[in-house]
């Protein structure tokens, strides 16, 4: 069973930065349950969740158009069902709940979320 696990978020002020963490476990190499892409999703109060940002298992990303030049999605060297999403510049719009997707062919697997708040 794959497990999925984000960590970093936290208050932060307009401007400034922070770095969510996202650790996957349980992937079976070879099987349906492989992890191959990964990503971030984020869901705001009253909004439809959306793709802040996905890397695939060759280290290809895309992005949300608004967090382009802001936000980078990266991969754990040592860890291959690791990723990170270093944020940077942030603002009150970019509050919202963070959730990590582990990505399989037998089905997608979501962590609980991580809260990042942009406030004064």
């Known amino acids: 069973q794959v497990q999925v696990v984000e960590s970093g978020g936290g208050l932060v002020q307009p401007g400034g930065s922070l770095r969510l963490s996202c650790v996957a476990s349980?992937?079976?190499?070879?099987?349906?349950?492989?992890?191959?892409?990964m990503g971030w999703y984020r869901q705001a109060p009253g909004k439809e969740r959306e793709l802040v940002a996905l890397i695939t298992h060759g280290g290809h990303a895309n992005y949300k158009d608004s967090v382009e030049g802001r936000f980078t999605i990266s991969r754990d060297p040592d860890k291959d069902t690791a990723i990170f999403l270093q944020m940077n510049s942030l603002k009150p719009e970019d509050t919202a709940l963070y959730y990590c997707k582990a990505i399989t062919v037998a089905r997608d697997y979501w962590g609980k979320g991580t809260l990042v708040t942009v406030s004064p």
């Open positions: 349980g992937s079976i190499s070879g099987s349906i349950f492989e992890i191959s892409h």
